[in-house]
């Protein structure tokens, strides 16, 4: 059994689940969990946290994503990306020219519709399932941030590509729906690859066949496995000593603990990471363990 | 990406594909360059590299540069170039044009493929050009790729035609070309301490360093990225005449921050710009300038946060 992040590139076609499933045999785990669903459309990095390490997956401290996406104008479909069904086309009247005149615009703190195409909840029931009832669900706009947008090039005829970097709960279908809005054309998504989500890029993702021929060849290597501390790496480091260790594990304070008060990274004198920790007012305090208490 | 200043063997296990030019700007039509052989790399097992010079010291660029070396590096990593190789222009500006396919191509690079726009020139007073380097290269093997030129409303984008948008204050044409918002980085330097004493709104002084291209003077809707986080800014680049009124007052770049507080001086903030607003004038008080300066603040907020 693995415990740790393992860094998948999602194949195009396969849901994320697809892949959790697939992945439950490969690791011989069913503790696992991924952060930031892909649509099935999409391919690039998807966090895979296995074992001990499920429980960081929502505690990570950065859900930022970068996405390289490919944006076709002159269609529209029922779920904002080429896979859905159309629901207008139009002759496109704009070309590279005034895409890249309004592109900068969409930089910033901006509102968002979610898609009915979406696993967002409203009134405690999922909008894709409406949506495949064939209903549409009101819904209020949610603030999202675009970090960034740059023009990557022409893809074929009136399709561009886009590289975003946005904070996390940004449907880039509906950017590229908005922008093809700003522009007076339909527009859809016909490719979407994350390249980086949080911490974690798409160079030391592996592919889903190297995944399954390693697990044919004796397993999935260990430095595959990325440490539970990699998505907490930006805060400080405490090294504890048994006595310590022990206290934590017990769930009891630590009082006249000689460190600043705020969130830590703990690890055990033989550089193990336990787990995070808080202090304050001089109380060290457990938050959460990622290991084992052996 | 790793980046070599001097002329020697790249890191190229599988051979590379080469990018050639100078690539001032990163714009329109360099990406659709570097692109080109970065994807050509992907499918091919090879390295995605790029070649470029550096000026030789003391020389300026026609025109001035449009970028930071580090910020031109920026740009050109982020489009998955790994091996980026920046000789100095005397090491290899006598080679004759068989010698550069030789000793640059070949043996630094092993490429084999090599990508560059339509007005590409080569070897000791640029002899070379693009017919020479399918000449030479072919026969080697190596695969010459050349780009035309990129257009925007019609002609050919370039790195004079950026510049000539950039000093006519023409900011949204400049952004569109470049595929990217301009942006600066110069470190940050003690100004006179006049914003923080007597307007009440201190600002980030980010003075061109000579070579460098200046735009047009004015003030414009900026962010600026402090600390790995985006502020929505206002930038005032010109002379003061409000504050300083000497005819060779030395023309300045300060950027308003309403949401930030703090010292960063001697760092190196990059300073994205988005809208021109309007030209520097002279006004009667501080306090004329107090509300432009809070005006084009409020503008820039609006700008970066919609409805």
Known sequence: ?????????????????????????????????????LDPMATGVLAVFAGRATAAA???????????????????????DITGTV???????????????????????????PPMYSAVKVHGQPLYKAARA???????????????????????????????ACSKGTYIRVLAEDIGAALGVPATLSALRRTAAGVFSIEDAHTMNQLLEAAQNGGVPDEWMLGTDAVFAPLPELRVGEKV????????????????????????ENGTFLGLAQVTGGVLRVEKLFCERE | MHILETLAPVDAPQGSAVALGFFDGVHLGHRTVLGAAVDYAAEKGLTPAAFTFLLPPGSALKGGRIFSVEEKHRRIASLGIEQYQEAPFEAFCSLTPEDFVRKVLVECFSAK???????????????????????????LGIRVCVVDMAKYKGENVSSTRIRAALEAGEIGEVNAMLGQPYAIDWPVTHG???????????????????????????????????????????????RRPTVD?????????????????????????????????CPVRKFNSLQELHALICDAAEKSKAYFSKG
């Not at chain 1, 892949?19 to 930031?36: D, I, M, N, P, Y």
């Not at chain 1, 629901?87 to 509102?111: D, K, N």
């Open chain 1, 1 to 37: 059994m693995k415990n740790g992040i393992l860094l998948v590139d999602k194949p195009q076609g396969w849901t994320s689940f697809d892949v959790l499933a697939k992945l439950r045999g490969v690791l011989g785990t069913r503790k696992l969990g991924h952060s930031g669903t």
């Open chain 1, 87 to 113: 629901l207008e086309t139009a002759p496109v009247t704009v070309g590279q020219q005034e895409l890249l005149e309004i592109l900068p615009r969409f930089t910033g703190v901006q509102q968002q519709l």
């Open chain 1, 58 to 80: 929502d505690r990570q401290l950065n859900h930022d994503k970068t996405y390289e996406a490919t944006i076709r104008l002159g269609v529209r479909t029922d779920t904002g």
């Open chain 2, 113 to 139: 493929a090599v990508f560059c726009g339509d007005n590409f020139t080569f070897g000791a007073k640029a002899a070379g050009n693009v017919e020479m380097l399918h000449a030479l290269c072919e026969p």
């Open chain 2, 192 to 238: 006179k301490g006049i914003g923080t004493s007597r307007l009440g709104a201190p600002t980030i002084n980010q003075n061109y360093p000579k070579g460098a291209l200046q735009p047009c003077c004015g003030v414009y809707i900026t962010r600026i990225c402090i600390d790995g986080k985006w502020y929505p800014a206002a930038t005032g680049l010109g």
């Open chain 2, 245 to 277: 009124d000497e005819a060779d007052a030395p023309i300045t770049c300060e950027t308003y921050v309403p949401d930030f507080s703090g010292n960063v001086y001697g760092t190196r903030p990059r300073l994205e710009f988005y809208e021109y607003l």
């Open chain 1, 245 to 268: 260790r022990t206290h934590l594990f017990n769930g009891c304070p630590t009082s006249r603990y000689p460190a600043q008060d705020g969130r830590y990274r703990v690890y055990d």
């Open chain 1, 134 to 164: 064939g209903k549409t669900v009101e819904r209020t706009p949610r603030e999202i941030t675009v970090y960034s947008i740059e023009y990557l090039g022409g893809a074929g005829e009136n399709e561009y590509r886009v590289r975003v």
